[in-house]
């Protein structure tokens, strides 16, 4: 039987949907029995939340201090010291689970399975590699434990209304004090998350400059989407780096993702391809973007996107 | 600080469209345009700005690999590295061996610093930087933006999620180099030459004695689902049916 400890990423007050999304991945194992730990300064809140996903057994709760923000050098101890007894050891694959999982790995003296986008057997998986261009198939030895990331954008979220049992864990680990938070400097936005949005509008290069990407947040209000961006027009500062979508940002998976101005580099269309729909808008009708495009419209963005805007109404 | 460590990885250009050997058994490498992994070029700039503004005073890239990796050091030698190591092993070795091998670079050599690339553009990993800071008992700092010192401690910016993290680290520390912590330099001629009389040192893995980690097998090599063909429309009006037609707007 498996026994799967999964790491809850939240912000102190609300769990992370990604956390969700891995229970999902786990659920896909015959057999599991699923454990969420919520690592926090004050935990009740988000292990209420985790005590309600589908597929989980218990939450377990590590309260402290040195809990209040995520710290990979702070945490990695703490999930040593409660991983006994467990077969894997699951993260997200965002910022905060690629951070967090190889230092458990390697303090577990374990080699790591990262972005796990299938579950072929409970040690079997299939992963991408070369910027999604391949895909492998991973056998993890049995005889120590899996830890492992999860692709968030190959799995919807486990559903609600479950009452697993929240229990609290003391641990007594010395921690290290030569990693210390300092702040987060994130743009004040009502927007709707880049990873979680429904929608998502995407402008590239061909934008040109950070004052035309108002086209994309007009366009991405009217429609309630989250905002994305390519690497070149992230490098060009014309939006904020946590808009960066692709093999080096963020892999997302909306249900439309409209993609303006964009050639479409395979770095860029890894972070997308498990869209649901992919609307394209290019002047150049040979881009790459058209042959994974949905729907694909040629022609120039600066007339397309007003008149889009436009035909969506208010 | 005295010495800065980096590591550079030869990995298939970013330019080559990789493809899956016909029976499924690896990539296609033969023949294919290989390089410094573009985030390691990144991480030995770094490096190389900290000790042109008097940080440091020696720069080492290490790399692991069969020889060919040479080629990947001698480029790192001609944008300014110092010296150049290479742990010489002609089999593909697991994250954990590699970091295993690379904490025992860094029990020789005693950097200030440890710099790496945030992933290798081949297996996207994204774990030897965090698991040689694990071993090695140290801070680790991934995915970084911005770095700079305070003493005996550095403080950081990180590329995360849902922005950008500021932490402080005692050093020595590894950190992992982002897309945008600066840009590379471009390789004279005059520096090709010049780093040809460089010293690099070739270890050849088994002389490290480590302890190789427990190792995940890699099988079927395939290319990935297609999309299904989409269609082409003439305007804004029939992109607004196509979407309407599937209840997107």
Redesign the interface.
């Known amino acids: 039987m498996s026994k799967i400890l999964i790491i809850a990423e939240h912000d102190g007050a609300v769990l992370n949907q990604s956390t969700a999304k891995v229970v999902a991945c786990a659920a896909g194992i015959d057999g599991a029995e699923i454990d969420i730990a919520v690592f926090a300064a004050s935990a009740a809140q988000v292990a209420a939340e985790a005590a309600t996903l589908e597929s989980v057994a218990r939450v377990l709760t590590i309260e402290n201090e040195a809990n209040q923000h995520a710290l990979a050098a702070t945490l990695a101890p703490q999930i040593v010291a409660i991983a006994a007894g467990y077969s894997h050891v699951f993260g997200p694959s965002t910022t905060f689970g690629k951070d967090l999982m190889p230092r458990v790995a390697a303090l577990l003296g374990v080699n790591q399975v990262s972005d796990i986008m299938s579950v072929v057997g409970s040690h079997t998986f299939k992963r991408p590699i070369y910027a999604g261009s391949v895909v492998v198939t991973m056998e993890a030895p049995a005889d120590v434990p899996v830890v492992a990331t999860v692709r968030t954008a190959s799995y919807p979220a486990v559903g609600g209304g479950n009452a697993a049992a929240i229990e609290n864990v003391d641990i007594n680990v010395d921690l290290p004090q030569h990693t210390r938070y300092i702040e987060l400097q994130a743009g004040s936005s009502d927007r709707p998350d880049l990873q979680t949005a429904g929608t998502v509008v995407a402008g590239g290069r061909a934008l040109a400059s950070a004052e035309n990407f108002e086209l994309i947040y007009t366009l991405a209000n009217k429609l309630g989407a989250g905002v994305g961006a390519t690497r070149a027009a992230v490098d060009a500062g014309y939006v904020p780096n946590e808009t960066q979508v692709g093999q080096t940002g963020k892999i997302i998976a909306p249900e439309l993702y409209i993609a303006i101005g964009i050639s479409g580099a395979i770095q860029h269309l890894t972070g997308i391809k498990d869209a649901g729909t992919i609307v394209a808008i290019n002047k150049d009708e040979e881009a790459p973007i058209f042959e994974v495009a949905d729907i694909g419209l040629v022609g120039d963005l600066f007339n397309i996107v007003p008149e889009l805007t436009e035909a969506l109404g208010s | 600080m005295d010495k800065i460590l980096v590591g550079l990885k030869r990995v298939?250009d970013y330019n080559v469209?990789?493809?899956?050997k016909n029976d499924g058994s690896g990539?296609e490498t033969a023949g294919v345009k290989m390089s410094i992994n573009p985030?390691d070029e990144i991480a030995l700039e770094e490096a190389l700005l900290i000790k042109e503004r008097g940080d440091a005073s020696e720069v080492i890239v290490v790399s692991i690999g069969a020889t060919e990796s040479q080629q990947q050091l001698r480029t790192g030698l001609a944008m300014g590295a110092d010296r150049a190591i290479l742990i010489e092993t002609a089999e593909s070795i697991?994250?954990?061996s590699c970091?295993r091998a690379l904490l025992e670079v860094i029990n020789r050599e005693d950097p200030g610093l440890v710099i790496l690339g945030?992933?290798a553009?081949?297996?996207?990993?994204?774990?030897?930087?965090?698991?040689?800071?694990?071993?090695w008992?140290?801070?680790?700092?991934?995915?970084v933006?911005h770095l700079e010192f305070d003493g005996d401690q550095a403080?950081v910016?990180?590329?995360?999620?849902?922005?950008?993290?500021?932490?402080?680290?005692?050093l020595p520390?590894v950190i992992t180099a982002?897309?945008?912590l600066n840009e590379p330099r471009y390789v004279k001629l005059p520096d090709i030459m010049k780093a040809k009389k460089k010293p690099l040192e070739e270890i050849p893995l088994a002389d490290l004695g480590i302890e190789a980690?427990?190792?995940?097998?890699?099988?079927?090599?395939?290319?990935?689902a297609e999309?299904?063909k989409?269609?082409?429309?003439?305007?804004?009006?029939?992109?607004?049916v196509?979407?309407k037609d599937?209840g997107?707007?």
Do not use: Y
């Open positions: 298939v469209r990789v493809r899956v990539v985030f697991d994250t954990l970091a945030k992933q553009i081949d297996n996207d990993n994204i774990q030897t930087g965090q698991m040689l800071a694990a071993l008992n140290r801070p680790q700092a991934t995915f933006s403080r910016t990180r590329e995360i999620d849902v922005g950008m993290e500021i932490i402080e680290v005692d520390a982002d897309l945008r980690g427990p190792k995940i097998s890699q099988s079927s090599f395939e290319p990935p999309r299904e989409g269609v082409m429309v003439d305007d804004v009006q029939s992109l607004m196509a979407l599937k997107l707007v």
